[in-house]
C-alpha cells in the first residue's frame, strides 16, 4: 500500500511540473492570437486607390466652392486664371502611376465645376504656364497679355489675362489610419496663393468624412 502511494504521488507532482512548465507556452500562444487577431490586414490596393479616386472628386467641387467665395475672385469683371502648382501624395501605398490619374481627376473636376466654367480657367501645368507668361508678356510685366491656345495660336480663342487675375493652387493628399485597423480617413490640404502679391489667399483642409 505505502508502494502505490508513493507512485501515485510520484505521477501526480509529475502531471503538475508539466502543467505549470507548460503555462507559459500556452500564454504566448494566447497572446500571439489576440495580436493577429488584432493587426487585421490592409485592405487590397484596388479598394484604396477607388476610394481616392471618388475622394479627389469630392475634394475638387468643396474646392471650387472655396475659391468662389473669395470676394477679389467673385467680384473679378473677368475670368481668373488658376494654375494647378503642386499636388502632392503623402497617402500610404498609393503609387506613382496611380496618383497621376487621381491628379488627373482632381484637375478634370475642376474644371468641370460650375465655378470653373463660368468664373474662372484652370492651367493644369504650371511649368508651362509660367513660360508662356514670360515669353508673351514681357517677362512677367503688370501689362495684360496672351496665352497662346494649344495650337501656339494667339487668337481671340487664346486665354487673355491679367496678372493680378492669377492664382496658383498647391496641396496634398494625406491619409490618417487609426491604430491597429484598416479605418483610413483621407484629407486634402489646398493653398491658393495670388501670384502678383505673394498672398495667401487661403489654406484649408477637407476630410473624405466631411464630404459625403
Known amino acids: ?30 497572446s500571439g492570437c489576440q495580436s493577429r487577431g488584432y493587426e487585421a490586414p490592409p485592405p487590397p490596393p484596388a479598394v ?17 466652392d472655396r475659391i468662389a467665395q473669395d470676394p477679389r475672385i467673385k467680384n473679378s469683371p473677368r475670368k481668373v486664371i488658376v494654375a494647378l502648382g503642386q499636388i502632392e501624395n503623402r497617402t500610404k501605398g498609393t503609387d506613382t ?24 480657367t484652370l492651367i493644369k501645368d504650371l511649368k508651362r504656364f509660367e513660360r508662356l507668361k514670360a515669353e508673351f508678356s514681357g517677362g512677367g510685366s503688370s501689362r ?8 501656339g ?3 481671340s480663342d487664346a ?20 491604430g491597429g485597423t484598416t479605418y483610413s480617413n483621407y484629407f486634402f490640404r489646398a493653398t ?10 487661403f489654406s484649408q483642409g477637407f476630410r473624405a468624412d466631411e464630404l459625403r
Not at 3 to 27: E, V
Not at 53 to 63: L, N
Not at 144 to 151: A, S
Open 1 to 30: 500500500m505505502k508502494t502505490r502511494a508513493t507512485t501515485q504521488n510520484r505521477l501526480i507532482r509529475t502531471t503538475l511540473l508539466m502543467t505549470l512548465a507548460a503555462l507559459p507556452m500556452m500564454a504566448m500562444g494566447l
Open 48 to 64: 484604396r486607390v477607388d476610394s481616392l479616386y471618388d475622394f479627389s472628386g469630392r475634394v475638387a467641387e468643396a474646392i471650387a
Open 97 to 120: 502611376s496611380d496618383f497621376i490619374i487621381i491628379r488627373e481627376h482632381l484637375a478634370d473636376q475642376l474644371t468641370n465645376s460650375d465655378f470653373f466654367r463660368k468664373q474662372a
Open 144 to 151: 495684360p497679355g496672351l496665352i497662346p491656345d494649344e495650337t
Open 153 to 155: 495660336n494667339r487668337t
Open 159 to 178: 486665354i487673355a489675362y491679367d496678372p493680378n487675375d492669377v492664382y496658383v493652387l498647391d496641396g496634398f493628399f494625406g491619409e490618417i489610419t487609426r
Open 192 to 201: 491658393l496663393t495670388h501670384v502678383k502679391s505673394a498672398q495667401e489667399v
